[in-house]
């Protein structure tokens, strides 16, 4: 084990190589860039042994992953922001073929006007490609997010593409310090890629070609049960994972100080960990209050949403708005209690367009909804200069 | 090589659903016949989708990987990368897409692709038309001709897809046709044979796309080529070779055939003939062809 100080796209950068991957296609954009700069950097030193592919755009980034996945290979890649948006046909493709490519997004502002400042709706609009999304909170979750993430996708009971979600600049251009196990440990944790399907000269098949309602129909249950079937993974993972390097964030939800609490704060990433200032704040001043970071949107953690609802009113924080109705985890959260809680839920849109949200902003919000002066949604901080 | 000397193997199926007398079906078969079982196919939306016939069945036995319109460059550069990586450098990766999927909404990943080095061959069949969504315009759709979108008939030139590629000065990149089966199977073991990225675009005459009768797409083939509309050639690192009648035109040792005795055959063209014959336009479509071999002449000559 070494101690790597380093931003969080070169703790990506880190945990890619370190996964082995076969084929890394990537394309840069601002703030992904430093991340596939350090793995250029890695075939230069011959930490990576795999290809690296300078592609002539992010859709041609994802088209080769999905090639080379296909071809049988282990594959990642990283992208954000617009970026993403261009592989948006590519997300669905790798998704409905079944290829576990592992992919970074580095959560940046949708333009016009440019902005390469955080926040969700990147990602939050590939909600429905099915794609498994985990947001991170630290660098040192996203590196062991990394590792899992190739288990989980290459998964036999699961074959999806894994999205790893951290925000721009206050994740992926923020130092700190992080525990990098030995290699072998890698090695043993993920071992050998066996692809579900592949490419295969002695075994020709055609993938893909025309295919009626029926047998498509049966394509898209059987990825809703593959999500479902990460759901029980993830858990699973985490906790050998923990086993193998000490590292837990956390399964589907990271609850933090969530026993007897009255309140629960819901929110993703870089508020999430924001949060738990805020949470220990609070509960100095005697405020029953704990928090659930989600850390997995796709699968979502319905039943653990419930089982939170069941025992306090909930406080949602949304970093993306579904323009026309409210942020989505909010929505999301109100639907997983449908019906079988009464739990009273606030939903608080903040941060958009990179605007910073300390844990005092936070504890305003959080006191805002518990002291009734909330309505059910609004929009926090719009009135600020 | 002589027909009958062509492998024997085949490699397309029983029970494939192309349209009686598909270029396209002429074309992948010598494709196959070419390269063989140790090859993988990346093919983006385009006729040869339904070609392969409907899961789960399929008309060809080799791998096939279906991808997106504008993909298939960019599919075949991961492929190829795996390949490289795995250790299986002999088994060829082909890109196969019409013309649309290569002169229009996949250039860019054909451009990246071409220029990255990616050691694979891309074979453009080029029908003029997007002739799987039922006969749209492309930027290889010729002058005046009719389409879905272009009812009058077309009012602009189609592109150059050959001069585009040569740009990228590739080891290797070609022209063919579907008539002359001897001429695409030379090309295909030609590039088979280089490394790096090598281009191919076999001219395939549609029956239902160009309004013709399913029994003439060899002699529509033919009729491209002998009226100079369509062009052999080949072009290793830079040097360029006409071949065929095309090289008989360039030297002036034969007269191009004129576009008239070629479109009149075709019901895209119709509407130059009837009610009235349209000569300007014919003249136009002549001219075209004219400028496009003294361009050959002054480069090549």
Redesign the interface.
């Not at chain 2, 079982?37 to 993988?40: P, S």
């Given at each position: 084990m070494t101690i790597m100080i380093d931003t969080g796209n070169y703790i990506a950068a880190k945990a890619a190589v370190m996964a082995k991957p076969d084929v890394v296609p990537a394309y840069p954009i601002t703030p992904q860039t430093t991340l596939v700069e350090g793995i250029a950097n890695y075939v230069g030193t011959g930490e990576f042994k795999g290809e690296y592919i300078c592609v002539e755009s992010e859709h041609s980034a994802m088209c080769a992953c999905i090639g080379a996945s296909a071809a049988g290979s282990r594959t990642f890649t990283g992208t954000s922001s617009h970026g993403l948006l261009l592989m948006h046909e590519m997300l669905h493709w790798a998704a409905l073929a079944r290829l576990p490519v592992v992919m970074c997004n580095i959560n940046r502002v949708v333009g016009p006007g440019w902005n390469i400042w955080t926040d969700e709706n990147d990602s939050i609009s590939q909600r429905d490609t099915g794609w498994i999304q985990f947001y991170c909170s630290s660098n040192q979750e996203i590196f062991d997010t990394v590792i899992q993430a190739f288990k989980l996708a290459e998964h036999k009971n699961v074959g999806l593409p894994v999205m790893i979600s951290y925000n721009a600049f206050i994740l992926s251009h923020t130092s700190m310090p992080v525990e990098i196990p030995e290699q072998q440990v890698v090695d043993d944790f993920l071992g050998k890629y066996v692809p579900q399907w592949k490419l295969d000269v002695d075994n020709p098949i055609t993938f893909g070609n025309i295919i009626g309602p029926s047998d498509y129909y049966k394509v898209r249950r059987a990825m809703q049960d593959a999500q479902d079937n990460a759901k029980k993974l993830i858990p699973q993972i985490a906790k050998e994972w923990k086993q193998k390097s000490g590292f837990y964030h956390g399964d589907l939800l990271e609850l933090y100080k969530c026993n007897d609490a009255e309140y629960i704060l819901l929110a993703m990433g870089a508020i999430g960990a924001e949060s738990k200032v805020a949470i220990d704040e609070m509960q100095k001043k005697g405020i029953k209050i704990g928090l659930a970071r989600v850390r997995t949107f796709r699968p979502f953690p319905t039943e653990e949403i419930l089982k939170l609802g069941k025992q306090a009113d909930l406080i949602v924080i949304d970093r993306n708005i579904s323009i026309g109705l409210e942020g989505a985890l909010f929505t999301e959260v109100k639907a997983a209690l449908y019906g079988k809680s009464d739990a009273k839920v606030h939903g608080f849109i903040a941060g958009l367009g990179g605007k910073d949200v300390p844990y005092t902003d936070v504890e305003t919000i959080c006191k805002k909804a518990i002291d009734g002066k909330a309505k059910e949604y609004e929009w926090y901080g719009l009135e600020e200069a | 090589m002589a027909i009958k000397d062509l492998p024997v193997e085949e490699y397309i199926l029983q029970g494939s659903a192309a349209c009686p007398g598909c270029p396209a079906t002429m074309a992948l078969r010598m494709v196959f016949k070419a390269f063989g079982?140790?090859?993988?196919m990346?093919v983006p939306a385009c006729c040869t989708?339904?070609i392969?016939?409907?899961?789960?069945n399929?008309s060809?036995?080799?791998?096939?990987?279906?991808?997106?319109f504008?993909?298939a460059?960019?599919?075949?550069?991961?492929?190829?990368?795996?390949?490289?990586?795995?250790g299986k450098k002999d088994?060829t990766v082909v890109a196969w897409a019409g013309d649309g999927g290569t002169y229009d909404i996949g250039i860019?990943?054909l451009?990246?692709a071409l220029?990255?080095g990616t050691n694979f061959i891309y074979i453009c069949y080029n029908n003029q038309i997007y002739s799987n969504t039922g006969i749209q315009r492309s930027g290889a759709t010729p002058y005046a001709a009719w389409t879905t979108t272009t009812v009058g008939g077309k009012t602009e030139f189609r592109k150059e897809m050959g001069d585009i590629v040569r740009a990228h000065h590739i080891p290797y990149s070609a022209q063919t046709c579907i008539s002359y089966p001897d001429d695409f199977y030379r090309k295909l073991k030609k590039a088979q044979s280089i490394k790096g990225p090598k281009y191919i675009e076999i001219m395939a005459p549609c029956p239902p796309g160009w309004r013709f009768s399913m029994e003439k797409t060899v002699e529509m083939g033919r009729m491209a080529v002998e009226t100079g509309a369509w062009t052999l050639y080949e072009c290793e690192n830079d040097v360029m070779t006409f071949n065929g009648k095309s090289k008989l035109i360039l030297e002036k040792k034969i007269q191009r055939k004129p576009m008239e005795d070629w479109i009149k055959y075709q019901g895209r063209f119709g509407h130059l003939f009837k009610p009235t014959k349209d000569t300007k336009r014919i003249q136009a479509l002549e001219d075209h062809i004219d400028l496009i071999w003294e361009r050959y002449r002054e480069c090549y000559l």
């Open positions: - | 079982k140790n090859m993988v990346v989708a339904v392969e016939s409907l899961y789960p399929t060809f036995n080799i791998p096939v990987m279906n991808i997106a504008e993909a460059a960019a599919g075949a550069s991961g492929v190829e990368a795996a390949l490289r990586v795995q088994t860019q990943a451009s990246g220029e990255r």
